[in-house]
């Protein structure tokens, strides 16, 4: 797959419950607009190569054609895609559920929550 044919995309944690939950949800009100990667799927390796950096598995990313916006950065960029009038559909995606870590307790639920509003980060393509 070639990153710059499925952009926006977003590049989410597919090994964590609520980030898997976040990605159902931003799927469901994009309407197939937005490509939507694990990060450690073959496409998110890939990305994470080619376009991020170290800093990349701390949070969510967005990226369309002119920036990668990571976290408290990402929102926003995200939301304006969601509410695009833009018709192209994305790749489909299919949403791992089986939970790697020990994502469902309150501690994590604070935690995860914590870093979408403390890490940020844009990356100019």
């Not at 419950?17 to 309407?31: E, R």
Request: with cysteine; charged share 30%.
């Amino acid at each position: 797959m070639e990153i710059k044919e499925n952009i926006p995309i977003m590049l989410f944690d597919n090994q964590c419950y609520l980030c898997m939950k976040f990605a159902k949800i931003v799927d469901f009100f994009a309407g197939g607009k937005i490509t939507i990667i694990g990060h450690y799927s073959d496409f998110g390796i890939k990305i994470r190569n080619e376009i991020l950096d170290e800093s990349a598995l701390e949070m969510f990313w967005f990226i369309d054609k002119n920036r990668a916006s990571g976290g408290r950065a990402a929102l926003y960029p995200l939301v304006k895609s969601i509410l695009s009038k833009k018709t192209k559909k994305a790749s489909t995606i299919k949403i791992d559920e089986e939970c790697k870590q020990n994502c469902k307790t309150i501690k994590s639920v604070f935690l995860r929550s914590s870093s979408l509003l403390s890490n940020s980060k844009k990356i100019d393509l």
